[in-house]
């Protein structure tokens, strides 16, 4: 479990390539968080019609990169991570593709743009997202910890994080989580 846990802490998005596999893996951990949340599964053909998008962009504008990160490979070490990726609806993918100067306020724009997808797990990146009061999806926010006001290595590494927790949530052996 130790081994497990230790790569999947690392593990790259890429490591689930054709892009199909890393749609299904997404989708299936979108649909856990949606039961944890009471809210209606979604089948695999809506996945299907959507694209990979790295929240840390694959091309910051002028090759500047934020301050946090001593060199390129340290940044690309964040961008491929499978805590950096989100699954988005093309057209809003086209948008955030334009969110690429890390100087600015880039992060925040693309929080925006991710509230308007109909994809749970990247309106959780939105740090203001919530339905209602007091409701399944909010605690699970809280109880996940989705909190994001900004977004960088820190940030990654908390989400693949998450994702673990609800990898251990998805594929479980004869009803129980394998890490239990």
Not at 125 to 139: C, E, K, S, W
Request: aromatic content about 12%; glycine content about 4%.
């Amino acid at each position: 479990m130790g081994e497990f846990k230790s790569i999947f802490s690392n593990i790259r998005h890429y490591a689930f390539n054709p892009l199909y596999r890393q749609r299904y893996i997404l989708g299936k951990i979108e649909n856990t968080i949606l039961a944890k949340s009471r809210m209606p599964l979604k089948g695999q053909d809506f996945y299907d019609d959507l694209q990979i998008e790295h929240i840390l962009p694959q091309t910051p504008k002028d090759g500047i990169l934020p301050l946090e990160f001593k060199d390129a490979d340290s940044y690309y070490n964040s961008v491929y991570k499978l805590g950096n990726v989100i699954l988005l609806e093309s057209t809003i993918n086209q948008a955030v593709n334009n969110f690429n100067d890390l100087q600015g306020s880039w992060f925040q724009s693309k929080q925006a743009e991710y509230s308007k997808s109909n994809v749970t797990s990247t309106n959780l990146i939105d740090n203001a997202f919530t339905i209602g009061q007091n409701t399944a999806l909010n605690r699970f926010k809280a109880d996940s910890d989705h909190n994001f006001v900004e977004w960088g290595s820190e940030q990654v590494i908390k989400r693949q994080a998450i994702l673990q927790e609800l990898a251990f949530d998805t594929w479980k052996f004869n009803g129980c989580r394998i890490d239990r």
